[in-house]
């Protein structure tokens, strides 16, 4: 025999019949190689599962007192990478194909040849170290193109990550904009961690659909006796953030009464209960997101001009995921591998007409709408290959019909679906150019200037 395949490989049997234990242990020692366990049942097998690493298991279908499915989908479920080979001395072909369903790498029928045994072994041990190969590729991948919990690789998420490591540790007050869905959230965590307090509190608040009082007295506390109903002495989320972050989401939802005392605490650090007349000073550092141009809504009188010049020192853009496509692949594949495993379905793979289809689609829900759809296509999902079917029909919509000749997008004049084709063209061009102006004209066939022009009245930045 040539040296192990897989040295250092430990393989776990449990069968309750002393001479099948007895066989597989000496042929898998004697010819394998293998550090080899025992179990005579669930309870002996799981002990052994518990205190050790197991990288195969033989299990036998047929123990008694106990379904060797449950087992299985036991033994699998602790640790997803890890293969099973069900014995069975019947040759019962329906328990085997539920087996297999339920993650078994394959069957052996007992009574079972020598080599036949050993082949099955080493291909399910060759099968576990390539997904433990494949899944630490995935995750060094994942860590180099990731900030906290953003994802992305693309050149405008890197700034991104440039910017908030920035203004990390200088406590400015950071606004953040961008459509819905395009990880406002997820960045004011990220500023928050990064910069110095990252152990203080980081609280939102949600001001939307709050009656102005409830929101005053959330943000700021109230006194005993303040208004009706106030019993007792309340802290605020100003009092509670100290020393950390307040992030407020969707900033645009303040009452403009409530921006006065919000833009009186960011200038004079200071703030006064409801009913009280003690000022508390805090230091509290304020991050705001919103999707609405706030510019807009001061021209209109909804928002305090001097507060968005406050606030707006700072300004992190995020871009729409249709202006970042080449980071849907890894965002698909990192949602794909947190909902297999949430779901208990390893092994899901994206078919390529899915990505492709991905690779299409608008995106109005931004990232939270890929992740939406993803997770929903593994729960529909039967087979090992998420393909077009299990996706939502918006995204499947898009896709031209069997002639390939164009249609007019459901709802949209023709202005409108050439104007959407003239951005998809120019954004194409501005990422081939490396967002080199001059170079995204060239490659467009028009000057500089037109591409300006072309750009301001589109609305792309
Ligand atoms: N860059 C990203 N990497 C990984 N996950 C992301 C990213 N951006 C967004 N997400 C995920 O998408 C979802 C929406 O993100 P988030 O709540 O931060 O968006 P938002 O901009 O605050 O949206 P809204 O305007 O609707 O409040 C979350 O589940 C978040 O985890
Ligand atoms: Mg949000």
């Not at 007050?173 to 990252?198: C, F, N, R, Y």
């Not at 003690?278 to 609405?292: H, M, Y």
Request: glycine share 6%; with cysteine; proline share 4%.
């Amino acid at each position: 025999m040539t040296a192990p395949a897989h040295p250092h490989a430990s393989i776990l049997v449990v069968d309750d019949e002393e001479v099948i234990r007895d066989v597989l242990a000496a042929l898998l020692d004697r010819q394998g190689g293998y550090d080899v366990h025992l179990a005579e049942g669930a309870l002996d097998a799981e002990r052994i599962l518990a205190s050790r690493p197991i990288d195969l298991v033989l299990l036998d279908l047929m123990l008694p007192g106990v379904s060797g499915l449950e087992l299985l989908r036991g033994i699998r479920s602790d640790d997803p990478q890890r293969e099973v080979i069900m014995m069975t001395a019947h040759g019962s072909v329906e328990t085997a194909v539920e087996a297999m369903k339920a993650g078994a790498f394959h069957y052996l029928t007992k009574p079972f040849q020598n080599d036949e045994v050993l082949l099955l072994v080493d291909s399910a041990l060759t099968r576990r170290r390539l997904r433990r190969e494949n899944e630490g590729l995935r995750r060094a991948l994942a860590e180099r193109h990731r900030f906290a919990r953003l994802i992305g690789r693309s050149r405008a998420m890197q700034q991104v990550y440039q910017v908030i490591k920035q203004v990390a540790s200088a406590r400015t007050t950071v606004l953040i904009t961008g459509e819905s869905g395009t990880g406002k959230e997820l960045t004011a965590e990220a500023i928050h961690q990064t910069g110095v307090g990252a152990d203080s509190p980081f609280l939102t608040v949600n001001s939307s659909n709050l009656p102005q009082e409830l929101l005053e007295s959330e943000l700021f506390g109230h006194a005993r006796g303040a208004f009706t109903g106030a019993v007792t002495d309340k802290e605020g989320l100003f009092a509670a953030a100290a020393g950390g972050t307040l992030f407020f989401d969707e900033i645009s939802t303040i009452p403009l009464p409530v921006q006065a005392k919000l833009l009186r605490v960011m200038q004079e650090k200071e703030f006064l209960p409801l009913g009280s007349v003690r000022p508390v000073r805090v230091d509290v550092r304020i991050l705001a997101a919103t999707n609405e141009d706030l510019a807009r809504l001061v021209r209109e009188g909804q928002f305090r001009d001097d507060l968005y010049y406050r606030l707006n020192v700072l300004t992190i853009a995020l871009p729409s995921l249709r202006e970042r496509r080449e980071d849907i692949p890894l965002l698909a594949e990192h949602f794909l591998a947190t909902f297999c495993d949430e779901h208990g379905r390893p092994g899901l793979r994206l078919s390529v007409e899915a990505l492709q289809e991905f690779d299409r689609y608008e995106w109005p829900g931004n990232v939270r709408e890929l992740r939406n759809s993803i997770e929903r296509a593994v729960l529909l999902t039967e087979s090992d290959i998420i393909d077009v079917a299990s996706l939502p029909a918006e995204i499947r919509r898009h896709r031209g019909g069997a002639s390939g000749a164009p249609a007019l997008p459901e709802g949209k004049s023709l202005q409108e679906a050439v104007e959407e084709y003239e951005r998809t063209l120019i954004r194409w061009a501005r990422q081939q150019a490396e967002g080199v102006q001059r170079r995204a004209a060239e490659r467009l066939q028009i000057k500089p200037t037109t591409l300006s022009e072309k750009m301001k009245r589109l609305g792309i930045r």
